[in-house]
């Protein structure tokens, strides 16, 4: 949630600041390629505070820890990733003006590298994710009935019946 907190300030900035700057006689958020950028800023901010919510409700429920293992760690890294996006975005829309320190954004750009590594890098939560990832489906694979996907691919110009029971 605290790096939710940090980079929408940088989104807010960006988003002011398009507004108000002009090239070729108006504002620079009418152009495509600086409004989509806010676009997706405001929706990676939205879905990251959504996963926090849904996780925290995971962790308040007791759900099963080895989900939540793997909900905390997805959690963790798509926020992280999601809001150095949002930030590096907002620095770029500004032009070279978001990279000085007249606008706090490259402050927060510095700041929020540091939320993909503390409590553990990024990568250690993609470990993390594959591990739980992997359990969870061979225990799902076990305890229902599958279809032999590779012989349907195989087979599959073969004129024959094909049972997907």
Known sequence: AMTIGAARPALEIAT??????????RPVAEFQGVSFQIAE?????????AMVQ??????????????VRR????????VTES????????????GGIGYTNIFPIERIHRDLR????WTGTNEIM?????EEWYKERAKTKSTQSTRDL????????????KNYG
């Open 114 to 117: 540091l939320a993909s590594i």
């Open 41 to 49: 800023g405001a929706m990676l901010l939205d879905a990251a505070r």
């Open 150 to 161: 590779e012989g349907d691919a195989l087979s599959a110009d073969q004129e024959e019946e």
């Open 71 to 78: 909900m905390v760690s997805q959690t963790k890294k798509f």
């Open 54 to 67: 849904v996780t925290s409700q995971a962790v308040d429920q007791n759900v099963d820890s080895k989900r």
């Open 83 to 94: 809001c150095q996006k949002v930030v590096h975005n907002a620095m770029q829309v500004m």
């Open 16 to 25: 002011d600041y398009t507004s108000r700057r002009k090239a070729f006689g």
């Open 126 to 130: 993609s470990a993390i994710i594959a």
